[in-house]
């Protein structure tokens, strides 16, 4: 019985120490072993051994990135104004060795370094320029960072500015001046819109009388035109007439008459001068041509002379 107990201690102590030597390593994660209070070797992802009584494996440490939220800090400007600023930081563990024995509370540190950096690059900035370059300040200070803690195995991915309190007086002013700057933009809008309003009315007043003076001008001559034509077609006209009647070879009598017409329309003017053509002076060769032309007329007419 007594050797059938020891060899059961036995068995459960080899079970014990064999199940303490097998370390299963997880995903993203990595283990530090020490060998009698020094540092053996990094296990990776996966299965190990490691030697019972003599090796020790510490805590697992993640290596997936992790996010840090700080709380607010004071942090005094340039010209002198003493806000708050809370940062975001975004690192991870790349050396589970340096991570395990470069500093004391890793977190921490990194806490108190983002502050101090933070102060020293605001304290170079006014308050404006604080506001308004962010990516600037989270620039200078991922760089800062990601320099400062490559000896404890981190590795600094991003700082964010994650909020920005200035004083509630200074909040008021800068209210007012974003306020009173709105209302100027809304002016100058208000003004240039007015001016482009006057431009258009003015620019279409302008087209209204081009137009008017081209119809104008074009009926001015068209008319023009017409009375042109109209003179050329009576000209042509005379002309025509005229040519007819030296084709036709009209007597003396016939020419004489035609001056005659001529006279009593020139008479019916009103002239107070009439010129008479030599040719119809003599009024009684007149008439004697008249008969001859006309024939005898069946209504007699008297003529008395004078």
Not at 288 to 305: A, F
């Amino acid at each position: 019985m007594v050797w059938i107990i020891i060899t059961v201690v036995l068995v459960v102590v080899l079970l014990i120490v064999l199940a303490t030597s097998i370390r299963v390593v997880r995903q993203a994660t990595a283990v530090v072993v020490e060998r009698l209070g020094k540092y053996s070797k990094t296990l990776d992802t996966g299965i190990h051994f490691i030697l019972p009584l003599f090796e020790k494996s510490l805590p697992s440490i993640s290596l997936k990135e992790r996010v840090a939220d700080f709380k607010p800090q004071p942090v005094i400007t340039k010209d002198n104004v003493t806000m708050q600023i809370d940062t975001v930081v975004y690192f991870q563990v790349t050396d589970a060795k340096l991570f395990t024995y470069g500093v004391e509370r890793p977190i921490n540190a990194i806490e108190n370094l983002t502050a101090t950096t933070l102060r020293n690059i605001v304290g170079e900035l006014e308050l404006d320029e604080t506001l308004t370059s962010r990516d600037t300040v989270n620039a200078k200070m991922r760089n800062i960072l990601d320099e400062a803690t490559d000896p404890w195995g981190i590795k600094i991915n991003r700082v964010e500015l994650k909020n920005i309190l200035p004083p509630k007086d200074i909040q008021e002013a800068m209210e007012k001046q974003m306020r009173a700057e709105r209302e100027r933009r809304e002016q100058i809008l208000r003004a240039e819109g007015e001016k482009k309003s006057k431009v258009l009315i003015a620019e279409g007043e302008k087209e209204a009388v081009v137009l008017q003076a081209e119809a104008e001008k074009a009926r001015v001559e068209l008319a023009a035109q017409a009375e042109k034509t109209k003179l050329i077609a009576e000209a042509e006209g005379a002309a025509k007439a005229i040519e007819l009647v030296n084709k036709a070879n009209p007597s003396a009598a016939y020419v004489t008459l035609q001056g005659y017409e001529a006279l009593k329309t020139l008479a019916d003017g009103n002239s107070t001068k009439i010129i008479v053509p030599s040719e119809i002076q003599n009024v009684a060769g007149l008439l004697t041509s008249l008969k001859e032309t006309i024939g005898d007329d069946p209504k007699k007419k008297t003529v008395k002379k004078n």
